[in-house]
Every structure is written in C-alpha cells, then in structure tokens.
C-alpha cells in the first residue's frame, strides 16, 4: 500500500513563502493523480492543487498565481510552492494519492472523494 509522509510546513509572516513535500513509498501504480488539501479549524478538508502522472495540474481559485504544484520525475516526490502567504491559508495541510484504474477518466481533481491514500498533515500557520 502507498505511504505518504508530508514535511516542509512551519510559520511564517503574510507575505512569505514556505515549500511542502509528500514522500511517497511502496508506489507500483504506472499512473496516478496526487494532490494537496488543506483544512483549517472548524473547516471542511478543501482541495488546493492537484497534478497526475501526464502533467496536468489543477488549483483552487484562492491559491493561483500564488502556490505552485510539482512533482519529481520518478513520481515519488510531491511538492508544494507557496508563495505571498496570507492568514487564510493557515491550516493542516494534507498530501493525498490516488492509482488510476483503466476505466477512470485521467484528470487531477480537487474532491476529497476522489482520493484513497492519505497523509497525516503537516501544519502552516501564517499570521498577520
């Protein structure tokens, strides 16, 4: 089973920057969608940015043109830019996968429901 193991979060003030990493291991899979989501205090988990094993990439309104999705080419490594950070993004943020199977449309979403294997999060806290 695929193992996800997020790093990289921290503090920062508005404005900075901070760069998220997703190690996964025991992936066999040859085609995948990976993605990161986030959930802040009395929030519901929400979809940042997504990437699939083609290259294509989607994000959320609230980030683009400030966080920027990534991955190694071996696929065992996601990343996360994020850039001019603001007060709203604080939250723990998650990397998630999922193996594409034959029949599914290849396309990276940002639904929770579209997602199997999970990591524990790791924390960015941006004041003000």
């Known amino acids: 089973k695929v193992h996800l193991v997020e790093s990289g979060g921290g503090s920062v003030q508005a404005g900075g920057s901070l760069r998220l990493s997703c190690v996964a291991s025991?992936?066999?899979?040859?085609?995948?969608?990976m993605a990161w989501f986030r959930q802040g205090p009395q929030k519901e988990r929400e979809g940042v940015a997504a990437?699939?094993?083609?290259?294509?990439?989607t994000y959320a309104d609230s980030v683009k043109g400030r966080f920027t999705i990534s991955r190694d080419s071996h696929f065992n490594t996601l990343y996360l830019d994020m850039n001019n950070l603001k007060p709203e993004d604080t939250a723990m943020y998650y990397c998630?996968?999922?193996?594409?199977?034959?029949?599914?449309?290849?396309?990276?979403?940002?639904?929770?429901?579209?997602?199997?294997?999970w990591g524990q999060g790791t924390q960015v806290t941006v004041s003000s």
């Open positions: 998630a996968s999922y193996a594409y199977y034959s029949w599914d449309i290849r396309r990276p979403t940002l639904n929770v429901a579209d997602y199997a294997v």
């Open positions: 025991f992936v066999t899979a040859n085609e995948y969608r």
């Open positions: 990437i699939d094993t083609a290259g294509a990439t």
